[in-house]
């Protein structure tokens, strides 16, 4: 016959140990939950990294680096940024729209710097790139212009 408090002293561990692997398979379903996210988040960031780079190739832009990584080097436009801060390929495009002497389409900017125009990423710098960063102006008809 069992000793009563033995038996109660196992029941209570099974118990404890019922609990904790509980928990531990609750914590394992989330850490691979997590592992699964990181791998998507991976996958992502290889494909954008991989197109970013296709566009830089295809613009004949040249990242620059900052902490051994590759970034674009074009700043925000202030007054005590210099146009001759951008990259010379960027300097470009301003001094084409700029010469332009009244609004383009970015086509016609491409067509001016010899830009293989039928790539739509090839415009890229001029759609997002420059205006984002206050050097170019996009009017509301899809038209550039310098903000000078």
């Known amino acids: 016959m069992l000793d009563p408090e033995l038996l109660e ?11 904790l692997e509980e928990q531990l398979a609750k914590q394992l379903a989330e850490v691979r939950a997590e592992r ?11 494909r954008v990294s ?4 296709n566009e830089r190739e295809s613009a004949g832009l040249g990242p620059g680096q900052v902490g051994g990584r590759a970034v674009m080097l074009i700043p925000h436009r202030t007054p005590d940024v210099e146009e001759t801060m951008l990259p010379p390929d960027y300097q470009r495009i301003v001094a084409a729209v700029r010469q332009a002497a009244r609004p383009v389409m970015a086509r016609q900017v491409g067509e001016m710097l010899g830009v293989d125009v039928s790539v ?3 415009l890229e710098p001029l759609r997002g ?13 899809g ?6």
């Open 9 to 19: 002293r196992i029941t209570a561990r099974r118990a404890e140990l019922d609990e």
């Open 143 to 148: 038209r550039f212009t310098t903000r000078l």
């Open 120 to 122: 739509r990423a090839k």
């Open 129 to 141: 790139r420059l205006v984002n960063r206050g050097w170019l102006r996009k009017l509301p008809d």
């Open 50 to 53: 991989e197109q970013l780079a």
């Open 36 to 46: 699964d996210e990181l791998a998507v988040a991976e996958r992502v960031f290889e």
